[in-house]
């Protein structure tokens, strides 16, 4: 069955970078986008980006461009979303999703979400 | 950006009732394919969200078909046929028609 896996909460001081990955399984990881989406402490969703696994294509959010990275590492069904310049609002939990076919559009599959506090 | 405007943002429910959620976009999700971009999820207490409806009415994967979801262009709606405890949660539409892709506020459905 399709599976994301994300990696474990991370404490980051402002300014600080954080990397979170996400583990796929059961299925072909280079024929289905990789989109992120956060979520703030009793907020909604704001979605970051997303990635092509196929070709590196990525499309980042206006609100964070500059300070972020998707990647992905084929040879292990991995992807990467690299955060820099942390700032208290960037506190949030970040979920990898899987989108239904190659572009950014219906996320499929989530990941259980990676808390990421950002505090001195 | 396309914004996405829910209502109620709040929807207390007996179980057993029928329940609706409308979800106005700021533009048109309609494609030339003659799909809407509308897809709806939902967010349980202590979950990850989940895909509940995509491209405006299909079910995904192991959804109850007392869940529907129907609409076109810029007006849309999610339908609960009987409301069961398990429903409870928060319920995102959202639009994948142009980037960046937007959520709606977000209704919380709870159980009178």
């Known amino acids: 069955q399709v599976q994301l896996v994300q990696s474990g909460a991370e404490v980051k001081e402002p300014g600080a970078s954080v990397r979170v990955s996400c583990k796929t399984s059961?299925?072909?990881?280079?024929?289905?986008?990789i989109s992120w989406v956060r979520q703030a402490p009793g907020q909604g969703l704001e979605w970051m980006g997303w990635?092509?696994?196929?070709?590196?294509?990525?499309n980042y959010a206006q609100k964070i461009h500059g300070r972020v990275a998707m990647t992905t590492d084929t040879s292990t069904g991995t992807a990467f979303m690299e955060l820099w310049g942390l700032r208290s609002d960037d506190t949030a939990l970040y979920y990898c999703?899987?989108?239904?076919?190659?572009?950014?559009?219906?996320?499929?599959?989530w990941g259980q979400g990676t808390l990421v506090t950002v505090s001195s | 950006d396309i914004v996405m405007t829910q209502s109620p943002l709040s929807l207390p429910v007996t179980p057993g009732e029928p329940a609706s959620i409308s979800c106005r976009s700021s533009?048109?999700?309609?494609?030339?394919?003659?799909?809407?971009?509308l897809d709806w999820y939902v967010q349980k207490p202590g979950q990850s969200p989940q895909l509940l409806i995509y491209?405006?009415?299909n079910r995904a994967s192991g959804v109850p078909d007392r869940f529907s979801g129907s609409g076109s262009g810029t007006d849309f709606t999610l339908q609960i046929n009987r409301v069961e405890a398990e429903d409870v949660g928060v319920y995102y539409c959202?639009?994948?028609?142009?980037?960046?892709?937007?959520f709606g506020q977000g209704t919380r459905l709870e159980i009178e």
């Open positions: 533009q048109s999700l309609l494609q030339n394919n003659g799909e809407n971009y």
């Open positions: 059961g299925y072909s990881f280079t024929s289905y986008g």
């Open positions: 959202m639009q994948a028609v142009e980037l960046p892709t937007t």
């Open positions: 491209l405006g009415f």
């Open positions: 999703t899987r989108n239904r076919n190659m572009v950014a559009t219906t996320m499929d599959y």
């Open positions: 990635v092509s696994p196929y070709n590196g294509n990525k």
